[in-house]
């Protein structure tokens, strides 16, 4: 089946120490998506890809940094983790078309000690 | 400012119907999407209206209408796995994905 894939599901770090979230996509989609999502929270969207063409949204931390190698995978970075960077982040694809509809992986949990 | 609005928390019993209501204040409008979320899972994607009218899939129907900036997702038939958040995210003209923060909804036996 066509997918999302995102590891690991559950990563926890100490406070400062550097961490990398990955995705992968088999659904050959051209867009690419990070978001955070804390507890009863809508998702806060922190980056995406539009192929190799990186957005950056005004908002989000240089503490948080994405790379996109190829089509079917994508990186976040999070060079210092803070105590408020713990939350399920959120990697999802699109392929364009009439609706365009965002297709989510199953987050990881990020816990910071 | 961009906003959604939604009820924080509904409570619904099995077997039974209820209406998750979806208000929006946007820059233009390129679509609506509903999707589920059930805890420490991520967002699945139920329904997309870009049209004003209702749109059936199943025991779920969405409604929009554009003029008044609302939504509603309807849900039929509940059962006790329907319970989760139910989020309404909202195009706008840069079509960027506006998202609501979710209606918690639990299903009572």
């Known amino acids: 089946d066509a997918m999302v894939i995102q590891n690991p599901r559950y990563q926890v770090t100490q406070f400062g120490k550097p961490v990398t979230l990955s995705c992968s996509q088999t659904?050959?989609?051209?867009?690419m998506y990070w978001y955070q999502q804390k507890s009863s929270q809508a998702p806060k969207l922190l980056f995406h890809?539009?192929?190799?063409?990186?957005?950056n949204e005004a908002d989000t931390p240089d503490n948080f940094q994405s790379r996109r190698p190829n089509t079917s995978f994508c990186f976040l970075d999070i060079r210092s983790p803070g105590l408020g960077d713990a939350a399920m982040y959120l990697c999802?694809?699109?392929?364009?078309?009439?609706?365009?509809?965002?297709?989510f992986g199953p987050g990881t949990r990020l816990t910071v000690l | 400012g961009q906003n959604i609005d939604q009820p924080t928390e509904m409570t619904a019993t099995e077997g039974a119907i209820v209406q998750i209501n979806c208000t929006y204040q946007t820059s233009g409008f390129n679509g609506l999407f509903w999707y589920q979320q059930h805890a420490g899972e991520a967002p699945t994607f139920l329904s997309y209206n870009v049209l004003d009218g209702l749109e059936e899939k199943g025991r779920f129907s969405s409604f929009l209408s554009r003029s008044k900036g609302y939504s509603y997702l309807l849900l039929k038939e509940l059962q006790m796995k329907d319970s989760a958040s139910y989020l309404c995210?909202?195009?706008?003209?840069?079509?960027?994905?506006?998202w609501g923060a979710g209606t918690k909804l639990i299903i009572k036996p």
């Open positions: 659904l050959n989609h051209n867009v």
């Open positions: 890809y539009y192929d190799k063409d990186f957005n």
């Open positions: 999802a694809t699109s392929g364009g078309g009439a609706t365009d509809t965002q297709y």
């Open positions: 995210a909202v195009r706008d003209s840069n079509y960027q994905l506006i």
